[in-house]
């Protein structure tokens, strides 16, 4: 890309259209084989407003592309589909089952000898990254309603249905569809790092835990939105970590602000409960353990590409920055007694843990100055870290580069991810900015420059 044509490119960016979810609905296949019944292939369709027989035709469009592009390529289905006007994706989430996702491209006004005209810049929808948002739908409602081939054996197509209304209508909302990038790719874990001696604190503190409350079968801990530990397999673990940071600790902070903002005279109250001596509260469970209500007190679904699915309770219980995710047995029947004697054992330790290590993450990060910014994936561990991102969980739309180099840095790593070798590649963009890629040993890493240097200087600054 030439730096004339990229600065054509940032102007562009200041008068654009926004990327916009366009359509999203769910089919199998294998339903409504005889003809006049195509309608029962549709299980869910968003928007709701789309005349029904509109749907239908979607569905229809699906199944012949997919069909028509299996003779060319029978192990790997069809996954996107372009437009002038729109992306198309299609994810098999499960046999028979497919997802499809339709987002707008993104144009602008233009004016060529006195006319004027629209000029969609499709390059800015990046299939890889629109692809996983995709999927993290799909695994998003796994967690909180299990597979749709276990609901079916379950229960009926209806109440499937029923249950894709009642997610789905929801969780479409939450995207943050313009803002989707490269992490959203990688779908990484933030990882906490601890000296030996606390590390082991926590794992020992998480084994009494287990040892006392048969009941939970796995736990989790977090503190200030990075995972220190977890005994679940790695895909559950990260789609709840997903799960917490983007959305349950949010939403938890939001009311709590509130509640200040409310009795501005609470402050202490609305942290600290005198009572018992110590920080600990119930983020999901009892909001009070003198009141008879439980709260709420979500299910989710684990280990679902084992031989047996574990369903589970989700009590999650903090402490200042820290909070421990306690998996309780599904079948056991959760009542305020179980979580009084949860909040008596966690909530002294628990308090004292997250201090001494508030104090050791407090001195981490008064001595870490990133000065280049950078994002690295490690696909062992799915450990991701980003100095790119004011907020590596998006909840706020900054970023320290213009979103136009973050968009490059997408462009990069498929670029990388193509190649299938250990390689780095190295992209000049707008603004004297440099975008280093580089893939080795399955880890990746991207760092931005912004220096007036030629390619030598940059290829000897990221040797």
Known sequence: MSSGAAHDRLEIMTNKTPIQLLKFFIYNESFGQNEGEEQKKLLFYYPAEIVLNNQIKDVGLCEALVKFASTFATEKPCESLHTQKARQLFFE????????????????????????????????????????????????????????????????????????????????????WERCDILDVFNGIQFLPLDKNMYLRTQCFLNQTEANFPQVKYTAFLYNDALVWSGLEQDDIRILFKYLTTSLFPSCLESEMQAVQTSPYSTRTATERPSTGHYGKFITGPPNLNDTSLGKIPRIFVNTQGTKTDECHLLVYRALSASICLMVEGSYQLNLDFCRAVDQFLGPQLTVLASDMGEQYSKRLSNSGDSMKYIYFNHMNLAEKSSVHADVSKRAASTAIPPEIVKLMSDVQADLIMTGNDCELIVKGPGDFWVVGKKSDQRELYFVSQKSVNLIEVHGMCS
């Open 93 to 176: 989430a499960e046999k028979n089952f497919w997802l499809i996702l339709v987002v707008s491209i993104p144009c602008t006004q233009r004016t060529k000898d006195g006319q004027e005209y629209f000029e969609y810049l499709e390059d800015d929808v990046h299939d890889s990254v629109y692809m996983a948002v995709l999927k993290q739908a799909y695994h998003m409602f796994r967690l909180f309603m299990g597979t749709f081939t276990d609901i079916l054996e379950r229960t009926s197509v209806d109440h499937l249905k029923v249950r894709l209304e009642h997610f789905f209508s929801r969780y479409l909302q939450t995207v943050p």
